[in-house]
């Protein structure tokens, strides 16, 4: 019923098309960039299986999404395996 509305707005009004073409894509970006952090080897959702998985990185792994002045090939690990 409501993508009725929408479709009945685009066909009077086609300046909305890029309109809901880029609120489309800022929400499945959203989506995906959310997803994408959920699923990252620092999350824990089960507690009882690895309650610290952060501790498992190695200090090599990229854990940001952009690394401008970091190279993660050239660290070492420093302290004390826990």
């Known amino acids: ?3 009725r509305k929408v479709r009945d707005q685009v066909k009077k009004h ?4 890029p309109q809901f073409f880029f609120i489309c894509l800022g929400m499945g970006g959203a989506f995906l960039y959310l ?9 824990t959702w089960n507690k009882n299986s690895n ?5 498992k990185l190695s200090p090599s792994y990229q854990y940001k999404f952009v690394a401008i002045n970091t ?6 690990k420093e302290g004390p395996d826990f």
């Open 1 to 3: 019923k409501m993508l």
């Open 14 to 17: 086609p300046g909305l098309i």
């Open 35 to 43: 997803f994408r952090l959920a699923r990252g080897p620092h999350v």
């Open 51 to 55: 309650p610290e998985p952060w501790n």
């Open 71 to 76: 190279d993660y090939k050239n660290l070492k």
